[in-house]
T-cell receptor
C-alpha cells in the first residue's frame, strides 16, 4: 500500500455516460497527477496539480475534466468518452522537494476503465 | 522531446540468475530517474529513485545506476526469485513530469 487510494477500481461506461474517478491521499503531499496507461503504449501523463493549481495539461481532450478541490483529493470527470479511452487510469502524488529537486511519486492502484 | 526506451521488452530467466534491465533516454537534462515495478492489473510500486547528481542507488537485491551524460540507466537484480516476476518501468523526471519507457516484462521461473 502506497497511501494513495483510487475509486472505483473498475468502471464500465457507455459513450453517453458521465462518471468520475476519485483519488485520495493523506500523506501530506502537495502535488497530484493523473496518468493514462493504454495497452502496448507507455504510461502517459495527463494532468499535474501543485497546491491545488493545475500546472500541466498534456493536450488532453476536453472530455476529460480534472478537479482538485484540496491537496488531498483529485477527481477526473468523464463525459462522452470513446472506446479508445479504455485504459488503466493511475493517480500519483508526491511531496514538495527542495528547490531544484523532485521527490519520488507514489502511485495508486488505478481504475480500469472500459468504454463500450 | 524526451524519449525513453527499455531493452529488452521481455525476459524469461531461471530462478537464481543475476540480471540487468536497461533504460535509455534522449535528453540528459533530467532531475531524477525512477524505477518502478508493476504487477498485472495493478498500480506502480516505486523501487529506486536516483537524483541527477547521483550515480547509483541500492535497495536489497536491487541496484540502479545512472549515467546522465550517456543517457543510460541499468537496474541490476541479484539472485532473482519467482516473486520478482513483474513489469519493470523506468521513468525520467523532466520538470515535474515523469516520462516512462514501455517496460521490461520479467518472468522468473523456478
Amino acid at each position: 500500500e502506497t497511501g494513495v487510494t483510487q475509486t472505483p477500481r473498475h468502471l464500465v461506461m457507455g459513450m453517453t455516460n458521465k462518471k468520475s474517478l476519485k483519488c485520495e491521499q493523506h500523506l501530506g503531499h502537495n502535488a497530484m497527477y493523473w496518468y493514462k496507461q493504454s495497452a502496448k503504449k507507455p504510461l502517459e501523463l495527463m494532468f499535474v496539480y501543485n497546491f491545488k493549481e493545475q500546472t500541466e495539461n498534456n493536450s488532453v481532450p476536453s472530455r476529460f475534466s480534472p478537479e482538485c478541490p484540496n491537496s488531498s483529493h483529485l477527481f477526473l470527470h468523464l463525459h462522452t468518452l470513446q472506446p479508445e479511452d479504455s485504459a488503466l487510469y493511475l493517480c500519483a502524488s508526491r511531496p514538495q522537494g527542495l528547490a531544484g529537486t523532485y521527490n519520488e511519486q507514489f502511485f495508486g492502484p488505478g481504475t480500469r476503465l472500459t468504454v463500450l | 522531446k524526451q524519449e525513453v526506451t527499455q531493452i529488452p521488452a521481455a525476459l524469461s530467466v531461471p530462478e537464481g540468475e543475476n540480471l540487468v534491465l536497461n533504460c535509455s533516454f534522449t535528453d540528459s537534462a533530467i532531475y531524477n530517474l525512477q524505477w518502478f515495478r508493476q504487477d498485472p492489473g495493478k498500480g506502480l510500486t516505486s523501487l529506486l529513485l536516483i537524483q541527477s547528481s547521483q550515480r547509483e542507488q541500492t535497495s536489497g537485491r536491487l541496484n540502479a545506476s545512472l549515467d546522465k551524460s550517456s543517457g543510460r540507466s541499468t537496474l541490476y537484480i541479484a539472485a532473482s526469485q519467482p516473486g520478482d516476476s513483474a513489469t519493470y518501468l523506468c521513468a525520467v523526471d523532466n520538470t515535474d513530469k515523469l516520462i516512462f519507457g514501455t517496460g521490461t516484462r520479467l518472468q522468473v521461473f523456478p
